[in-house]
């Protein structure tokens, strides 16, 4: 199966349950949304924008398009490096952990060790003032203060 289709496809499951969960709280007007609004109407563009992927992705003929690999584990490394991260968060920090993950993708990109530090330092840093300094979201605090 083509990765186009596969992420199509997967992407229109994502828009589904957004749009049902959206239709499960209160919608509210247009004038007035409710808490329901924007993933019920976000879900809709998106399920839109996934079938006109699928119809494009269907429509090619093509047999030497790209197709997904079972011996490809980038894929599960990302995802096991989400899952790292939502279970680390509390424990060793926003700033910690943001740093590492952040380092993992761009070492999974093969960018050389002191590009992907220092983005990476970079990247948490900017997030870290982003979200405690100037929307002034209280952040996981680590063991090292930050």
Known sequence: MRRDLVSALFWLAVAIFAAAQGLALKLGSLKQPGSGFFPFWGGVVLGLLSLV?????????SATGPRVRPESSRLLVVAGALLGYVLLLERAGFVAVTFAFLLLLLRLERRGWAFSAATAGAGAAASW???QLWLKTQLPVGPLGF
Request: aromatic share 8%; hydrophobic share 60%; charged share 15%.
């Open 129 to 131: 003032a982003l979200f």
């Open 53 to 61: 992927l699928v119809a494009r992705s269907l429509g090619r003929q």
